[in-house]
């Protein structure tokens, strides 16, 4: 049996990200054609791989077991890449969160990486969450405390959430409709906290939360974002008080045995800083524009 490289690194986009959708983004490949490739190494092994579900793709003891392998031949090739570059270090580490936070982070790179650090980063951009017990990610920033024994946490504040418009009242804004979310991030709270109270109002949608802020910022509505997005771009304005049941902390969650290798604790401790240092934005302090 002659299984190629870039089959198993599809399998692991897809077991580590929990399903087709999630791993969309890291392969640049259609969902369909992703449920292809998956059925076709399902033939190849002769075994299914995964347990398909409405909430995601779900491993099987084989597809266990070949998670495992793969990620052996995944190291080796890394090994196999640093050698040819000659000139990389040797360790990544990879930060999950969330589309908001990812950008954040992104924005604010030089505070936690610098190329004197002997480190590469990898961000892992989701609304699911990343399983860092089978090394999808070193970090997790995480709305919620881990309640897995192999994980641990750090909690590094809070996170408001918040009614924004754009600066002009026209279009769906005048007429006081709001842009909702549908695809994957209609899962999210802001985006079911918006549907339950104004659900009858949406008259717009994104399929992510990017394409929604610039639909508000253009007028098409109103719609719930973090504070910390709302806030800072001005384009936006703030036209209520944070949202009470909204409201959630913030985690930098990684795993136990994994936390004090010094690359990893290093980044950590750098994302924790840069969070608390933050804080009154995302705790929504800033005031009304």
Same mark, same amino acid.
């Given at each position: 049996?002659?299984?190629?490289?870039?089959?198993?690194?599809?399998?692991?986009?897809?077991?580590?990200?929990?399903?087709?959708?999630?791993?969309?983004?890291?392969?640049?490949?259609?969902?369909?054609?992703?449920?292809?490739?998956?059925? $076709?190494?399902? =033939?190849?092994?002769?075994?299914?791989?995964?347990? +398909?579900?409405?909430?995601?793709?779900?491993?099987?003891?084989?597809?266990?077991?070949?998670?495992?392998?793969?990620?052996?031949?995944?190291?080796?090739?890394?090994?196999?890449?640093?050698?040819?570059?000659?000139?990389?270090?040797?360790?990544?580490?990879?930060?999950? $969160?969330?589309?908001?936070?990812? $950008?954040?982070?992104?924005?604010?790179?030089?505070?936690?990486?610098?190329?004197?650090?002997? /480190?590469?980063?990898?961000?892992?951009?989701?609304?699911?969450?990343?399983?860092?017990?089978?090394?999808? $990610?070193?970090?997790?920033?995480?709305?919620?405390?881990?309640?897995?024994?192999?994980?641990?946490?750090?909690?590094?504040? =809070?996170?408001?959430?918040?009614?924004?418009?754009?600066?002009?009242?026209?279009?769906?804004?005048?007429?006081?409709?709001?842009?909702?979310?549908?695809?994957?991030?209609?899962?999210?709270?802001?985006?079911?906290?918006?549907?339950?109270?104004?659900?009858?109002?949406?008259?717009?949608?994104?399929?992510?939360?990017?394409?929604?802020?610039?639909?508000?910022?253009?007028?098409?509505?109103?719609?719930?974002?973090?504070?910390?997005?709302?806030?800072?771009?001005?384009?936006?304005? +703030?036209?209520?008080?944070? /949202?009470?049941?909204?409201?959630?902390?913030?985690?930098?969650?990684?795993?136990?045995?994994?936390?004090?290798?010094?690359?990893?604790? =290093?980044?950590?401790?750098?994302?924790?800083?840069?969070?608390?240092?933050?804080?009154?934005?995302?705790?929504?302090?800033?005031?009304?524009?």
């Amino acid at each position: 049996m002659d299984i190629g490289w870039d089959d198993l690194r599809l399998f692991l986009d897809v077991a580590r990200l929990g399903g087709l959708s999630a791993a969309t983004g890291t392969t640049r490949l259609s969902a369909a054609t992703l449920g292809r490739r998956v059925t $076709a190494l399902e =033939k190849q092994i002769g075994e299914p791989l995964f347990v +398909r579900q409405q909430t995601g793709y779900r491993l099987t003891p084989v597809g266990e077991e070949l998670l495992r392998r793969a990620e052996d031949v995944e190291a080796a090739m890394q090994s196999l890449t640093r050698w040819r570059e000659g000139n990389l270090p040797d360790r990544i580490v990879r930060v999950s $969160a969330g589309p908001w936070t990812s $950008a954040f982070v992104s924005a604010h790179i030089g505070e936690i990486w610098t190329v004197d650090d002997g /480190i590469r980063v990898e961000l892992v951009t989701t609304t699911d969450r990343v399983d860092i017990g089978h090394r999808a $990610a070193d970090i997790g920033i995480r709305s919620e405390r881990p309640t897995e024994q192999w994980l641990a946490g750090r909690q590094s504040g =809070k996170v408001a959430h918040a009614i924004y418009s754009g600066r002009h009242l026209i279009n769906g804004i005048a007429a006081g409709l709001f842009v909702g979310v549908t695809g994957e991030g209609a899962n999210i709270a802001s985006a079911r906290w918006l549907q339950a109270h104004h659900g009858d109002r949406i008259a717009v949608r994104g399929n992510n939360t990017h394409s929604v802020r610039e639909l508000v910022a253009a007028g098409a509505g109103l719609s719930v974002f973090p504070c910390f997005v709302g806030d800072s771009d001005p384009r936006l304005v +703030r036209v209520a008080q944070p /949202i009470p049941e909204l409201e959630s902390d913030q985690w930098i969650v990684t795993h136990h045995e994994e936390r004090h290798a010094p690359p990893v604790r =290093k980044i950590a401790d750098r994302i924790a800083a840069l969070m608390r240092a933050h804080q009154p934005l995302f705790r929504g302090e800033t005031p009304i524009r």
